[in-house]
Every structure is written in C-alpha cells, then in structure tokens.
C-alpha cells in the first residue's frame, strides 16, 4: 500500500469502527491528513470530551490520551503508539509534589498538563501552554508554585507579575537544546525574519521572540502576519506544516536540534492498525487516580474557556 492508499483505508475503518483520530500538531502531515481534529494540547482536551465516536485514538504521547481518558472514561481511548511518552512528564511524581506541599504550605500548586495523571491527583490546578497564564490570573492565592517547567513558569511569571512564583528545576529536554547563539545565527542569516517561539524554551532565547505561544498559537500567529519570513522555535514538524500551510511565506527552524523523539514515533501504520482494532495500546487508568486527577483537569477546562 502506498500512503494515499493507507490513508483511505484509514478513513474507511475510522468510520466503520467510529473511531475519532486527535493529532497533536508535531504529528507528521500524512497523520495531520486523517485526523478529525488537530490541535495544541489544550485543544485535543476539550475536542476529546466533544467528540461523539466511542473510540478516541491520541496520536500524540502519553499524558495526551491519559488526560482524553480522564474526560471521558467511557470511551475507549487509545494511544496510538505505546512507546511515546514525554520525558518532562517523568521529571516529578507525587511524592515531589507532597514534599512541596510541606515546604510551602500557603502555596497554590499549579502542574504544566506535561505531567503523569499520579502526579496531577496532588496539585491544585493543571495548566497547559496556551491557558496557563488565563488560569493563573484566575487563581485567587498569591504564592504560585509551578511545577514542572521552570521556562514556562518563567514566561508566566513575567505574564502575571503580581504573583509570587517559585519554579523547581525541570523543563522540555528537546526545547532546552536551543541557544542564544542558535539565535543570533538565524538572525543573522535571515534579518527580516520574525522569530516566533514555544514557551518552552528558555528565558534568554524567549527574549527576541516577536510572539510566544502554544504550538496552535505559533501557527495561527504566523498564517495571520503580515510578516513573510519567520524563524520557528519550537518542534521542527512545525517548520513543514506552516509551510503547507502559508506557501507565500518562508520558515526556517530555529535549531536544527528541536526534534522530539517521542512525538515523531507515531507512523502512519500505527494509526492504521490502531483504528483497525490490531494495535495501540488501550488506556486504563485507576478508578481513584482518575477520579482525583480530573479534579483539576475539569478547572482548567473551566477556566481555561
Ligand atoms: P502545546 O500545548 O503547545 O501543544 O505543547 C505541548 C508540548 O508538549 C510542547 O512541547
Ligand atoms: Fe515533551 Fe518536549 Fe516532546 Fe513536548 S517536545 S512532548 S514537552 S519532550
């Protein structure tokens, strides 16, 4: 078979098994091509308790679906590979969240979605990069510890300044990669270029970005400029597809480096043998772990809008 060929024998299982396909926006573009929705990971949350097919497949990782599954726990959720989980996700646990609690009993502890459903059952509120700082302006405390992401939380904190923050020491190992000199290189080369970043990446790089958002919030910037050139700081899938998308533009990627391992290993063929019921793995999750780490999954939808 080739990839056209795939592609329609997709669509015909999703149909007949009434599956819906939700593709992170760093899934390639032959997957982008037989999702239902593609979004940021807010967007696939929301999207996923809307979706009226019984099956959710999450082409995406790990705390992806397991957040599809605590919204709507009588589907059946899977993700399409089982290998993709994302390294942040496995920088705290529940344990490091209790210890913080200790040390900072009047804080408000508020977790990037990047983060294992074990760990969201013991924090406040759940975040992610295109609603944390809408949330956070919501929250009534002023002590905010933010967990895991110490860029984000950095991005946030400058965001909403009448917060007392406290960051811990974790962030995105792939985003992390990207320098000032990758920066000053890129400028360089492309003078007229608009840099438009993750917030993801650290704070001496974030500081040129003419705009800084979520991976939906970067492409819908760069479709409505007026700008024609752009330097992209985030996963370099987003390079190609606002290419597709704006074919009068140029993209260039930041670094060379920002390449997500766990977000590329999702092939086409594991979409397939997913929703033809031959492969994915289904994802369970512990009645009281779910029921606990909705609590503030259902804040950030709420609050979130
Ligand atoms: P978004 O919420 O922007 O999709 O980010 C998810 C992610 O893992 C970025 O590295
Ligand atoms: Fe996790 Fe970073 Fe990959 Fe996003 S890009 S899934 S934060 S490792």
């Given at each position: 078979m080739n990839t056209r060929e795939l592609q329609d024998a997709i669509i015909e299982l999703k149909k007949q098994n009434d599956v819906c396909i939700l593709a992170h926006a760093y899934q390639s573009q032959d997957i982008w091509d037989v999702a239902d929705y593609i979004g940021d990971s807010y967007g696939l949350s929301v999207q996923a308790s809307k979706a009226p097919q019984k099956t959710i497949l999450m082409c995406g990782v790990r705390f992806m679906a397991e957040t599809v599954k605590m919204l709507s726990p009588q589907k059946k959720v899977?993700?399409?590979?089982?290998?993709?989980?994302?390294?942040m996700a496995d920088q705290m646990d529940r344990t490091d969240v209790l210890k913080l609690r200790k040390q900072y009993p009047n804080a408000t502890i508020v977790a990037y979605i990047n983060t294992t459903s074990d760990l969201k059952r013991a924090v406040d509120y759940v975040v992610t990069s295109s609603s944390a700082v809408k949330i956070l302006k919501q929250i009534?405390?002023?002590?905010i510890v933010f967990i895991p992401d110490c860029n984000l939380g950095s991005w946030c904190e400058e965001q909403v300044p009448d917060k007392d923050f406290v960051l811990v020491d974790g962030g995105c190992p792939v985003h992390m990669l990207i320098t000032e000199d990758d920066v000053k290189s890129m400028k360089a080369a492309y003078p007229h270029a608009e840099l438009l970043v993750h917030p993801e990446v650290t704070a001496e790089v974030r500081k040129y970005a003419g705009y800084i958002g979520s991976t939906t919030g970067i492409m819908k910037y760069a479709q409505e400029s007026k700008n024609k050139e752009f330097i992209i700081g985030t996963e370099n899938s987003i390079v190609q597809h606002l290419q597709f998308m704006c074919p009068d533009k140029a993209f260039y990627p930041?670094?060379?480096?920002?390449?997500c391992h766990n977000m590329t290993l999702t092939t086409l063929m594991d979409v397939y043998y997913a929703v033809a019921g031959k492969g994915g793995e289904v994802i369970d999750l512990d009645d009281q772990v779910r029921i606990e780490a909705l609590r503030p999954i259902e804040k950030m939808v709420e609050l979130g809008g």
């Amino acid at each position: 078979m080739n990839t056209r060929e795939l592609q329609d024998a997709i669509i015909e299982l999703k149909k007949q098994n009434d599956v819906c396909i939700l593709a992170h926006a760093y899934q390639s573009q032959d997957i982008w091509d037989v999702a239902d929705y593609i979004g940021d990971s807010y967007g696939l949350s929301v999207q996923a308790s809307k979706a009226p097919q019984k099956t959710i497949l999450m082409c995406g990782v790990r705390f992806m679906a397991e957040t599809v599954k605590m919204l709507s726990p009588q589907k059946k959720v899977l993700l399409a590979n089982p290998m993709a989980g994302c390294p942040m996700a496995d920088q705290m646990d529940r344990t490091d969240v209790l210890k913080l609690r200790k040390q900072y009993p009047n804080a408000t502890i508020v977790a990037y979605i990047n983060t294992t459903s074990d760990l969201k059952r013991a924090v406040d509120y759940v975040v992610t990069s295109s609603s944390a700082v809408k949330i956070l302006k919501q929250i009534p405390n002023k002590q905010i510890v933010f967990i895991p992401d110490c860029n984000l939380g950095s991005w946030c904190e400058e965001q909403v300044p009448d917060k007392d923050f406290v960051l811990v020491d974790g962030g995105c190992p792939v985003h992390m990669l990207i320098t000032e000199d990758d920066v000053k290189s890129m400028k360089a080369a492309y003078p007229h270029a608009e840099l438009l970043v993750h917030p993801e990446v650290t704070a001496e790089v974030r500081k040129y970005a003419g705009y800084i958002g979520s991976t939906t919030g970067i492409m819908k910037y760069a479709q409505e400029s007026k700008n024609k050139e752009f330097i992209i700081g985030t996963e370099n899938s987003i390079v190609q597809h606002l290419q597709f998308m704006c074919p009068d533009k140029a993209f260039y990627p930041l670094s060379k480096e920002t390449v997500c391992h766990n977000m590329t290993l999702t092939t086409l063929m594991d979409v397939y043998y997913a929703v033809a019921g031959k492969g994915g793995e289904v994802i369970d999750l512990d009645d009281q772990v779910r029921i606990e780490a909705l609590r503030p999954i259902e804040k950030m939808v709420e609050l979130g809008g």
